[in-house]
Nanobody, 127 residues
Framework: QVQLVESGGGLVQAGDSLRLSCAAS????????MGWFRQAPGKEREFVAA????????YYANSVKGRFTISRDNAKNTVYLQMNSLKPEDTAVYYC????????????????????WGQGTQVTVSS
């Protein structure tokens, strides 16, 4: 029943910015924690950022701290990932995912164990 659709990816130069969006279907979006993940060719899917149901608590991978910001607008059923100071190593397919409760389960998120996923959006950063 849950449907997640990512958008906003593209090809940019190192140092540029992008904002990804994830639009969710369903009346209970505001009840669940959300996360962003990414997967580069030949690599495991990795945790990027997560946000609690209210937006009060946010979590980031060390590799993106200080550069990326996760946020949500529950009235629009949308979660965002603002990506600044992009680096070539940020190149990957970025996926949006919905958790099973309102608070972030960081252990599950770091293992990319989420029940609902979007189709992904490609982000390519040139050097």
């Amino acid at each position: 029943q849950v449907q997640l659709v990512e958008s906003g990816g593209g090809l940019v130069q190192a140092g540029d910015s992008l904002r990804l969006s994830c639009a969710a279907s369903g009346r209970t979006f505001s009840l669940y924690a959300m996360g962003w993940f990414r997967q580069a060719p030949g690599k495991e899917r990795e945790f990027v950022a997560a946000i609690s149901y209210s937006g009060r608590n946010t979590y980031y991978a060390n590799s993106v701290k200080g550069r990326f910001t996760i946020s949500r607008d529950n009235a629009k059923n949308t979660v965002y990932l603002q990506m600044n100071s992009l680096k070539p190593e940020d190149t990957a397919v970025y996926y949006c995912a919905q958790g099973t409760k309102g608070h972030v389960d960081l252990d599950s998120a770091q293992r990319a164990m989420m029940p609902y996923w979007g189709q992904g959006t490609q982000v390519t950063v040139s050097s």
